[in-house]
Structures are given as structure tokens and as C-alpha cells.
């Protein structure tokens, strides 16, 4: 593939102050039904003005992009983190302009979950899977045929350790997010 033909989306907050580019294909495409993932999009939901990102289903919809091809184009200023705890390994990173959660990034990790909700519809690729599906709402079920797993798969870690191989086992620090958004 030549560097004129590699695919670029931007995802962008619901005001378009914040905007990120992608370049490539995602690693995956995953819908992510954990407490902490279902817990944190109730609580960024509840911002005033912040858009969804819990499906109706209760999954979080993400679009996993290695870290050294993703850039962002505008709106640094308005980038925040929020975490469950203080200690939290994981944080969500929101546009305060708009209350948009805009990314996930686990500490020390390679990769950027981006919420799929930020991407315009035709650039959302199908989802490749869901994971931790164990703690999914009661009552709901999956008969789709999407592979559906109870935790982090050997599929879903074997896709992010050869984006790791691929990138000489770096994780590049993510150094534009300032502050923190109130609970």
C-alpha cells in the first residue's frame, strides 16, 4: 500500500472545537460491555450536553488505533481526563467545549480506544467482536452471530500484541491532554 492510498478518518467532538485524524485501519473494531466501561459512560452521559456513548444494549463502541497513527488536529485545550478513581489504569479523555468523550487510553498502553460515536457514520468499519460480555445488563443476549466474548479474547490480545511487534514494542506517551473534567 502506498503512503498516497492509506485511509484517514477524523473523529471529532459533537461541536467540531476538537478534532483527531487516524490514519490506517483500526486494530479492532470492538463493542466493550466491562462495569468500569459501562459505569464511566453513564457517568460521562450525565454532562451536561454530552452526547451517548453507551449503546442501547449497554456496549461502548470503539475503534482501537495504534497511538503513533493517531494525531490530533485541534482543540487541545479542551482535552481533560476523567478516571473512575484516582487510581484508575484508565482514563477517558474529554472535549470540555462539548462534553464529548473522545478517547479511552489505558496506562502504559500502545493504543487509543477511540469512541466510535466520534467518527462520521460511513467511516465506522463493522464491529470485529464484543468483549467482556460477562458483565453485560441482565436480560440482554446476543444472536447476531458477532463474536461475543466473556473477556478480553486470545483474538482480541493477539490483534494488539502484533500492533505492538509492529510498532518496536514503544508506547508513545500521549502529552497534549491537561486537567482533569469534574465528577
Known amino acids: 500500500m502506498t503512503s498516497s492510498s492509506v485511509r484517514l478518518r477524523t473523529a471529532a467532538c459533537t461541536c ?3 478534532a483527531f485524524e487516524t490514519r490506517g485501519e483500526p486494530i479492532v473494531t470492538a463493542a466493550c460491555y466491562c462495569t468500569s ?6 457517568n460521562l452521559e450525565a454532562r451536561h450536553g454530552a452526547p451517548s456513548v453507551l449503546e442501547a444494549d449497554g456496549g461502548t463502541g470503539y475503534l482501537l488505533f495504534r497511538k503513533d497513527r493517531v494525531r490530533c488536529l485541534r482543540g487541545q485545550a479542551h482535552l481533560r481526563e476523567y478516571r473512575l478513581t484516582p487510581a484508575s489504569k484508565t482514563r477517558r479523555v474529554v ?3 462539548c462534553n464529548a468523550p473522545i478517547f479511552l487510553e489505558f496506562s502504559g498502553g500502545h493504543w487509543l480506544s477511540i469512541y466510535k460515536d466520534r467518527f462520521a457514520k460511513a467511516d465506522q468499519p463493522a464491529l470485529d467482536m464484543r468483549t467482556m460480555t460477562r458483565d453485560r445488563r441482565p436480560g ?6 458477532l463474536p461475543s ?3 478480553h ?3 482480541f490480545m493477539w490483534k494488539l500484541l502484533t500492533a505492538w511487534a509492529a510498532m518496536g514494542f514503544r508506547a508513545p506517551k500521549i502529552d497534549y491532554v491537561s486537567g482533569t473534567v469534574d465528577p
Open 16 to 18: 467540531g472545537q476538537v
Open 140 to 145: 440482554v443476549e446476543f444472536t447476531d452471530g
Open 149 to 151: 466474548y466473556k473477556t
Open 153 to 155: 479474547s486470545g483474538r
Open 37 to 42: 466501561c459501562q459505569t464511566a459512560g453513564q
Open 95 to 97: 472535549a470540555t467545549c
